[in-house]
Structures are given as structure tokens and as C-alpha cells.
């Protein structure tokens, strides 16, 4: 299976940065990664799918980027509801998760 | 719009069995695959496996072959997994999917005796 490595675990950040969280794959992955954002008791909430296309629905200051196996999302300015942990997925072969980035604000 | 409405939360002893409900709507339901995710605090998200909704067939992570079975009801639109075999290990929350955009509510399973 694809191993996924996200990175950092924990972003402390303050309102209005610009904060980019990484996930890596152990393999190239074509593209094929999506980015969650999960808040403390509900489900997971797609942001992002195929490494740069938002999903409707969600601000313009969510986006991503990469290619092969190295990946990001940045959001642009950070905002006190994006507190929550943020989760990568390929789906280029057997679907495998990141272990999640939490991000806090400062 | 899609909802997938999962039932409700289980409480199971080691050994026994569980067999949850994904209720799904605004949508053809045999349009698209539903998949089955694991949550754990642990282990984090695991991706169980999948069912085509409209022949049935399935296909599982191995890790969970012998441990989960994945089924459909055309008929009322709602997918199944049954659990067996339970250990405390098992204990998690349990989410269906549906084009990994849409995601039920979650049910909580704990087993524990």
C-alpha cells in the first residue's frame, strides 16, 4: 500500500496567515489526493480532490498543489473556523490516508 | 442534495457481531460505488473496502477480509456492513462514502464486554 506522510502533526498559526500543510507519498500518485478537513465529532469534509480542484461549497482561500508524490494545501488566510485536523487521501491505487495535520490557532 | 444517513450507535461484546446501516438519498443509488472507512484515534482513517451498488460486487482492504461484509439493498437504497467476530480492537467509528465526497454521519461502535 501507499504510505502517506503528512507533515507537520500540529501547525499553530495565527489569524490572517497563510498557512501550507505538506503530505508526501511513498510513491507517485498521479494526482490522485484529496484533502479533509474533520472537526472535533463530525465527519470528514472533502476541500479539495484530484490535488487542486475545490469542492463547491468551500472558500477560495482553500487550494492545493503538487505533483508525484509531494503535495500541498494552503490556506490563504487563516480564519478562527478553520480550526481542525486536515487529512490527505490517494486514490491513484488502493485508497490510503495521511495521519492527519491539527491545526490550531495561536 | 446526497445524504447518507447511518444508523445508530452499537454497543457489542467481544465475539458477537454488529451490522450497520448506511441509508442513502438525493441521488440514483446504483449510480455510484459506496465505500466503508474506519476511524480510530490510534490507527487513524483505514479504508475498508467498497460495493458496487448495482451488481453487489465488492472488493476489501485485505486487512479486513473475514472481518467485514459489505452488502446492498437496491430496493430501499441502503448499504450494509456487518462486523464479526468482534474484539476490542474493532471499536471505532465507522463512516460510509459515496465518490469520497459525501460521507454519512459516522457510528460509533464499542465492544467491550
Known amino acids: 500500500d501507499i504510505q502517506m506522510t503528512q507533515s507537520p502533526s500540529v501547525l499553530s498559526a495565527s489569524v490572517g496567515d497563510r498557512v501550507t500543510l505538506n503530505c508526501k507519498a511513498s510513491?507517485?500518485?498521479?494526482?490522485?489526493l484529496n484533502w479533509y478537513q474533520q472537526k472535533l465529532g463530525e465527519a470528514p469534509k472533502l476541500l479539495i480532490y484530484?490535488?487542486?480542484n475545490l469542492q463547491t461549497g468551500i472558500p477560495s482561500r482553500f487550494s492545493g498543489s503538487g505533483s508525484g508524490t509531494d503535495y500541498t494545501l494552503t490556506i490563504s488566510s487563516l480564519q478562527p473556523e478553520d480550526v481542525a485536523t486536515y487529512f490527505c487521501?490517494?486514490?491513484?491505487?488502493?485508497?490510503?490516508f495521511g495521519s492527519g495535520t491539527k491545526l490550531e490557532i495561536k | 442534495q446526497v445524504q447518507l444517513q447511518q444508523s445508530g450507535a452499537e454497543l457489542a461484546k467481544p465475539g458477537s457481531s454488529v451490522k450497520i446501516s448506511c441509508k442513502a438519498s438525493?441521488?440514483?443509488?446504483?449510480?455510484?460505488?459506496i465505500s466503508w472507512i474506519k476511524q480510530t484515534t490510534g490507527q487513524g482513517l483505514e479504508y475498508i473496502g467498497y460495493?458496487?451498488?448495482?451488481?453487489?460486487?465488492?472488493n476489501y482492504n485485505e486487512k479486513f477480509k473475514g472481518k467485514a461484509t459489505l452488502t446492498v439493498d437496491k430496493s430501499s437504497s441502503t448499504a450494509f456492513m456487518q462486523l464479526s467476530s468482534l474484539t476490542p480492537d474493532d471499536s471505532a467509528v465507522y463512516y460510509c462514502?459515496?465518490?469520497?465526497?459525501?460521507w454519512g454521519q459516522g457510528t460509533l461502535v464499542t465492544v467491550s464486554s
Open positions: 484530484n490535488t487542486n
Open positions: 462514502v459515496v465518490v469520497t465526497a459525501y
Open positions: 438525493g441521488y440514483t443509488f446504483t449510480s455510484y460505488y
Open positions: 487521501f490517494q486514490h491513484n491505487s488502493w485508497p490510503t
Open positions: 460495493i458496487n451498488t448495482g451488481s453487489g460486487g465488492t
Open positions: 510513491q507517485n500518485i498521479n494526482k490522485y
